[in-house]
């Protein structure tokens, strides 16, 4: 894994989970406010791995900024997806220079 991702993930006291029997890409779990279980499926390729691991933290790093609940309503949760989109492509750029 890329020195930089674990350094972020430490910056967002994630801890990463591989596991190889998930349905979709990978998940984040918040534990508190400063912490966190990132999940990831681990038949993935290692650029998907990075991918999936970056847009998570993307939510670690952002979804408190937004008002509204993930789960309760559409609005909300297409912006912290977006959020958590942007951090990772701007991340994945840096790292695939």
Known sequence: MNICIK?????YNATL???????KKGFN???NSTS??????????D??????ILHELGHSAN???VVG????????RSKME???NDFMLIRYMILTK
């Open 7 to 11: 350094d972020l993930l430490r910056k």
């Open 17 to 23: 989970v591989y596991n190889d029997d998930l349905h």
């Open 29 to 31: 779990i918040p534990i």
């Open 36 to 45: 966190n279980i990132i999940v990831v499926n681990s038949d993935l390729t």
């Open 47 to 52: 650029e998907e791995i990075e991918q999936v």
């Open 63 to 65: 979804d408190d900024k």
């Open 69 to 76: 609940s993930y789960n309760n309503n559409l609005v909300p």
């Open 82 to 84: 977006s959020k958590a």
